[in-house]
């Protein structure tokens, strides 16, 4: 059994501005993403100008921010929010969903595309191999936090978080960070170093993420606010994960 470091969610005191671990790991992913897209606009015959990823990952970062923020309040707690929507703005706090940042970085990519007369999938697929670094930041932050912890466990590195009681749990969070970060990160950078038809890239990554997310999901403890949302062990995370295997399969599979 291990106890969970005592890790203090506020970095830095600046005066009186707080800086947050959580929201360093945002900085961090924005940053890799950019050096990552620099690294791929400047391959042969990529299609892209270095001079273009700032503007994509600016329109990329604000699609993460709103439709992270707006899909949690959305999905997981909307009671919540509407009776206090300003509490949507204290972003440092957690509560980030990925499903809803998806969505938004889906509507910010197609503005982005239609700006730039791209193509949706040409431009997804550019984007894809960017993001899971991003996501296991997102995780270590969600650590930090105490938030999103495992289940009750009795395996040797089970850990006890003070936030959750007593009972050693899975340190979820860490789980994701591995699959849904580095291992993701591994598969999709590779798969996208061969040339694929329009969309099989970005395919990928919804293939691995969904996938990934789904079996973490038997490790992580429900919200307790939601519990078990489908067939009496099917989580709100679960749920959710299925759509994106289907149109990670369907993209990969997809006649030229």
Known sequence: MLQYPKFDPIALHLGPLQVHWYGLM??????????????????????????????????????????????????????????????ILEVWKGGMSFHGGLIGVSIALWLYARKTRRSLLAVGDFVAPLVAPGLGFGRLGNFINQ????????????????????????????????????????????????????????????????????????????DSFLGFVAFRWMSMGQVLSIPLIILGIYFIIRKR
Request: no cysteine; net charge positive; aromatic share 16%.
């Open 26 to 87: 945002y900085l961090l992913a924005f940053a890799t993403a950019w050096w990552l897209a620099t690294i791929l606009a400047k391959r042969p015959n990529s299609g892209w100008a270095v001079e273009e990823v700032g503007d994509l990952v600016f329109y990329a970062a604000l699609g993460v921010i709103l439709g992270g923020r707006i899909g949690y309040a959305l999905f997981y707690q909307p009671g919540q929010y509407l009776a206090n929507p300003l509490t």
């Open 147 to 222: 938030e999103l912890w495992g289940r009750v466990t009795d395996l040797p590195w089970g850990m006890v978080f003070p936030l959750a009681g007593q009972q050693p749990r899975h340190p979820s969070q860490l789980y994701e960070a591995l699959l849904e970060g580095l291992i993701l990160f591994i598969l999709v950078w590779l798969y996208a170093r061969k040339t694929r038809p329009r969309g099989a890239v970005m395919g990928m990554f919804l293939l691995g993420y969904g996938i990934f997310r789904f079996l973490v999901e038997f490790a992580r403890e429900p």
